[in-house]
């Protein structure tokens, strides 16, 4: 069967730079001023909106006229060719180079340096807390960076993003002798993971796709459970169609149940991620189903936030380290494009190093960083706790090693047995990890035992997900139900009589351990 024509992209981009564009001026929208206390208590109180007017009613209102032209952002190869003219409008649906590569969205960079750091630092700072549309969203707070060219009628967000960057006093006090551990939240969000940024941009795109009259029933994708949750979601918000390819029995009944639950269409599929990935990928080419999956790289645009976010948590501050755990190994690229940006457009004057942390039953990306990046080789995953990352052959391999190659990054795995202990450790602090976190905080261990992460540096620890998605796995651990495996740090209920002597006595042996 012939591939579709109506996913063929146009030769070239639509738009091209012309060098003597007048220097636009800011627009009356992003201009910020700073006020002085008196003057902002003497101002006029702010009023509330007409009770039939909702939020997004609200900003067609109080916001100027949609600026065609000021930002714009457009597809490029990856790693292509500066002098390359090949180049594709973001309302193409195209997902691949003519030569078959991967490609990137490239901003204008040009356009957005009219502005300096400190413009940017604080245009982003207003918008925190906010319910204003979209800027209420930790990803839309950043929409000039992000896909410029929406128009906010055409935005599907539940305010993603802002999520709590975790001092991890205890745990960093207790197992690792460090003062300045945080671990970034993502999965304290509306799926409960760190998908939902990336979903909002590309729901939001297909979204105005739509409207554009482009003939696109749906959206689908593979996914090891937490992509097809955010996916499902934004989906039923926006009335779009969702078509998701699982594997079987390799994702936690939690996750499996959130697109069932959003409306989802599920295929339940007898293969592994990479199967799936394959078979939607074949699926797309031929149908008009958009493909949500990180080979799109509109997902990473509002993935990249999470890096622009940290900084901003830290008032500005790079922090040492930033520790991601890594399958398909978008994120990875996706935090280096957020600092890195930060960098260029004079936000910040460095990044932090980088470390992508694998499960060693799936690491193919530890192998080709241990081997001296020589040669890439994919692996066949076996079964891994970290579910979402049990991907054998990561479609972005070659955005992953361009980040860490350009940070001086560092790949780290983590075994089974020890993903479990970290993600017990954490959770015995306060925390409720995921085992996917685990894995980052395995790194941790490992990088602090070798000295190379010092006591005092400041290091930043991606959460991916929430805990309460892999629930049983705990239970497992801590029921002593995993086979060879010591479960260290268990838990379990003690099992007592039902008379008071025999509480007592249990109590009284607890009280006695932990007084010492």
């Excluded at 220097?23 to 009356?28: A, E, I, L, T």
């Excluded at 054998?392 to 560092?410: E, F, N, Q, T």
């Excluded at 993600?423 to 980052?440: E, K, L, R």
Aim: net charge neutral; charged share 20%; glycine share 6%.
């Amino acid at each position: 069967m012939a591939s579709s024509t109506l996913f063929q992209p146009l030769p070239f981009c639509l738009k091209t730079p012309n060098p003597n564009k007048p220097k636009p001026q800011p627009h009356r929208r992003f201009i910020i001023r700073a006020q002085s206390p008196s003057a902002s208590a003497s101002a006029a109180k702010p009023q509330r909106r007409p009770a039939d007017e909702n939020i997004r009613d609200e900003a067609r209102r109080v916001n100027a006229p949609h600026e065609h032209g000021l930002f714009s952002a457009k597809y490029v190869p990856f790693n292509g060719d500066p002098s390359s003219p090949e180049c594709y409008s973001l309302d193409e649906i195209v997902y691949r180079s003519q030569s078959g590569g991967l490609l990137d969205v490239q901003h204008d960079m040009e356009a957005l340096k009219r502005f300096d750091g400190q413009y940017w630092r604080s245009l982003f700072d207003s918008r925190v807390g906010k319910t204003t549309w979209p800027y209420g969203s930790g990803v839309w707070s950043k929409k000039e960076w992000v896909l410029p060219e929406i128009h906010h009628d055409d935005i599907i967000s539940a305010f993603e993003g802002n999520s709590n960057l975790f001092w991890a006093e205890r745990f960093g006090k207790h197992f690792l002798a460090m003062n300045d551990l945080w671990v970034k939240h993502c999965g304290i969000s509306h799926t409960g993971s760190f998908k939902d940024l990336g979903m909002t941009v590309l729901v939001s795109q297909v979204n105005r796709l739509r409207k554009m009259n482009r003939p696109l029933v749906g959206v689908g994708c593979a996914s090891t459970g937490d992509t097809s949750a955010a996916l499902s979601a934004y989906c039923a918000s926006a009335g779009i169609p969702s078509i998701v390819f699982l594997p079987s029995n390799r994702i936690s009944l939690a996750q499996l149940v959130q697109p069932i639950a959003n409306g989802a269409f599920v295929l339940s599929i007898d293969t592994d991620f990479d199967g799936c990935m394959q078979l939607i990928r074949e699926v797309t080419a031929e149908l008009p189903i958009y493909l949500a999956n990180s080979l799109n790289s509109l997902r990473l645009e509002g993935q990249k936030t999470a890096a622009i976010e940290i900084l901003q948590q830290f008032d500005w501050q790079v922090p040492d380290w930033v520790i991601v755990p890594g399958g398909n190994l978008g994120n990875i690229y996706a935090f280096y494009k957020g600092f890195q940006m930060c960098k260029e457009l004079g936000l910040v004057d460095k990044i932090p190093r980088l470390v992508c942390a694998q499960a060693a039953n799936a690491d193919p990306l530890y192998l080709y960083f241990k081997s001296g990046w020589k040669e890439f080789k994919p692996v066949k995953p076996t079964t891994t706790f970290a579910s979402a990352i049990q991907i054998g052959d990561p479609v972005s391999i070659d955005r992953a090693v361009h980040a860490l190659k350009s940070c001086d990054g560092i790949v780290e795995e983590a075994t089974e047995e020890e993903l479990m202990d970290a993600m017990a450790q954490a959770d015995s602090t306060g925390m409720f990890i995921c085992p996917h976190t685990g894995v980052a905080l395995t790194a941790l261990f490992k990088l602090r035992n070798s000295g190379v992460i010092k006591a005092t540096d400041r290091t930043v620890v991606v959460s991916t997900a929430h805990g309460l998605k892999f629930t049983q796995s705990k239970i497992d651990y801590h029921s002593r139900d995993i086979k060879d495996m010591a479960c260290r740090y268990a838990n379990p209920p003690m099992q007592v009589k039902a008379d008071f002597g025999s509480v007592m006595d249990v109590l009284k042996t607890y009280l006695q351990s932990k007084a010492h």
